[in-house]
């Protein structure tokens, strides 16, 4: 039985955005198909899907270096995650967290755990941007995955120093010197063994890469990644 509130505000589809049905939670019966978990065999420094069970890394990390030690991702970057994460992204749907949260919890709590982060570190944006939208999506999926796990979130740690442009709009080259000195951490020596990078979306890596080194620079030994989506091997 749902609560008052669900019945003054009935929980949605993260999809579609449609009303749930009683029996459902967090996905519509209609849109839970379209979903695609990332599965085996995956590339081991970014996570993303590769072909053939011998294939050891995608071809993105075959030919760049990573500064982060390895990540994983949940779901693949389709059309249904890409309406989710825009509506989550600039509609408001901030309470989408809470299911990116548990099921990122629930499908790779095990290899989190296994990395044992001291840290959930966000992605930062920028201060312009983050006024505009009025909350940083990355922070939202970082506290709700927090709730789970039980690593404390430090979203103070690392910020956005420059206003970037979107990555999207950007190549893979321009992507890059795109970032460059983008982060900077408050803190000049930072006393983390481990942490979680976390975000929403992984296409080229150059994101992660640039907030892996800035947090290294600063003292931490070990950043892992962990992205809501991740894009196609290319």
Same mark, same amino acid.
């Given at each position: 039985?749902?609560?008052?509130?669900?019945?003054?505000?009935?929980?949605?589809?993260?999809?579609?955005?449609?009303?749930?049905?009683?029996?459902?939670?967090?996905?519509?019966?209609?849109?839970?198909?379209?979903?695609?978990?990332?599965?085996?065999?995956?590339?081991?420094?970014?996570?993303?899907?590769?072909?053939?069970?011998?294939?050891?890394?995608?071809?993105?990390?075959?030919?760049?270096?990573?500064?982060?030690?390895?990540?994983?991702?949940?779901?693949?970057?389709?059309?249904?995650?890409?309406?989710?994460?825009?509506?989550?992204?600039?509609?408001?749907?901030?309470?989408?967290?809470?299911?990116?949260?548990?099921?990122?919890?629930?499908?790779?709590?095990?290899?989190?755990?296994?990395?044992?982060?001291?840290?959930?570190?966000?992605?930062?944006?920028?201060?312009?941007?983050?006024?505009?939208?009025?909350?940083?999506?990355?922070?939202?999926?970082? =506290?709700? $995955?927090?709730?789970?796990?039980?690593?404390? @979130?430090?979203?103070?740690? +690392?910020?956005?120093? #420059?206003? /970037?442009?979107?990555?999207?709009?950007?190549?893979?080259?321009?992507?890059?010197?795109?970032?460059?000195?983008?982060?900077?951490?408050?803190?000049?020596?930072?006393?983390?063994?481990?942490?979680?990078?976390?975000?929403?979306?992984?296409?080229?890596?150059?994101?992660?890469?640039?907030?892996? =080194?800035? $947090?290294?620079?600063?003292?931490?030994?070990? @950043?892992?990644?962990?992205? +809501?989506?991740?894009? #196609?091997? /290319?």
């Amino acid at each position: 039985m749902r609560s008052l509130i669900d019945l003054i505000f009935p929980p949605r589809c993260v999809v579609c955005d449609r009303i749930l049905k009683s029996h459902e939670t967090g996905v519509c019966a209609s849109c839970v198909g379209g979903l695609h978990r990332i599965g085996a065999p995956w590339c081991m420094k970014c996570g993303k899907e590769v072909r053939g069970e011998d294939t050891v890394y995608c071809s993105d990390c075959l030919t760049h270096r990573r500064d982060f030690d390895s990540g994983r991702s949940l779901f693949l970057y389709n059309e249904p995650m890409r309406k989710s994460i825009y509506r989550f992204k600039y509609n408001g749907r901030k309470e989408y967290a809470a299911y990116y949260g548990q099921e990122l919890a629930s499908s790779l709590g095990d290899w989190i755990r296994f990395v044992a982060p001291d840290a959930i570190i966000p992605v930062p944006i920028h201060e312009k941007r983050l006024k505009k939208r009025g909350y940083n999506q990355a922070e939202l999926i970082g =506290r709700a $995955l927090s709730r789970h796990v039980h690593v404390p @979130v430090e979203s103070t740690l +690392l910020s956005r120093v #420059r206003e /970037t442009a979107k990555q999207k709009e950007l190549d893979v080259s321009e992507r890059e010197n795109n970032l460059k000195k983008a982060f900077k951490t408050t803190r000049n020596d930072v006393k983390l063994n481990s942490v979680l990078l976390i975000d929403d979306i992984y296409t080229t890596g150059a994101t992660c890469d640039a907030a892996a =080194r800035c $947090l290294k620079e600063a003292g931490v030994r070990h @950043v892992y990644v962990l992205t +809501l989506c991740i894009g #196609r091997n /290319t």
